[in-house]
């Protein structure tokens, strides 16, 4: 596996790596320099200057709105950024029509972000099915599809596992819903950064991301997509400032929605991250993230296979391998000192109930994993 970039700039890129092994990015991805400073940039300009930097911020704003549609293959009127991901699939969860008796499926082991909004709908008389996985973790989309009656409204999954890196044919679960006429959702924080992302191809009907974990940015900083032909399933569950078509009308108080997902829209953004995100992105053009972060992680496996550790994922088609791996907590691995050791040799990984997590990335490589393999034994 050949370095993707020279130790120096890998440095200056992402200053984590100066001193740390980091294989956490599912927990939180390291921001890199540029993203810093980009922040940066924001809170000087608003520092020095107030509200009289807005047509700064404006240019940000749309030029990093247009550039984050195309990352994902989606219009620009089909995004909009929110706090979080679970705030941006609360628009979903709460703006869906729902009738007592409606019914919803999602993976009982799924990320809590994603199963704890549904099961709060069963106040609202929505009766929810949790899917297990299966004995050898996967979960394939036909046991999914599987669980879907007269009354399901929709169907939830992460395209990624965060617990254990199974990757979901999201585009069969998008076109098996379709067929049932069932609405999709699908969670894509641990995909969107580590794998291509192109949501028309995909064909779900909603999605959410967050900009922490493989991409490279801020905190606080999510995006929900809506396709343009089901943006009439939703209805928003309040208003603010900005979801109405002309927000700065303030003698208009009453006046139409803002168009496309714009109207799921509530106060002031959060610049700082927008900015931060704006750069983040910019290295996407200058590397080949995404099949570098499939080489680490294919690496790391077949480290971990020589060192006989055992895979969740063994056995597992291939086509459901994603960047996580996760190697279970037996033997050498069942220390409850293992995160102390890791963390003491500066290698960011985690250490869970029965599972080791191994997240790398583009800015990984193999000094990184050799640290690790060293630690684990």
Known sequence: MPELIAEAERQALFPVTREWAYLDNARRGAISAPAAAAAIRYIEGLRDGGVTAWPDWQRVWDDTNAAFARFIGADVSEIQFLVNATEAFARVTLGIDWKPGDHAVVPARDYPGVVRPLLDLRRRGVEVTLVPDRDDGSRPVSDLLDA?????RLVAASWVDFRTGWKLDARALARGCRERGVLSFIDAVQAVGAMPVDMRELGCDFATFAIRKYLCGLDTLGALYVRRE????????TQGLFSVENPFDFERVEQP???GSKRFALGTPAMVQVYSLQAALELYGRHDVFGRVAEIAAETREHARQASFR?????????NLSQIVVLK????????GLQGRLEAAKVAASARQGILRIAPHWYNNRADLQRLFEVLG
Not at 148 to 152: D, E, K, L
Not at 311 to 319: D, K, T
């Open 329 to 336: 907590r037996e033997g050498k691995l069942a220390d409850e």
């Open 230 to 237: 089901s943006l009439g399933a939703l209805t928003p569950h």
């Open 311 to 319: 895979l969740l994922s063994e056995g597992w088609p291939g086509s």
């Open 148 to 152: 879907i009656r007269p009354h399901t």
């Open 257 to 259: 929605l803002a168009p």
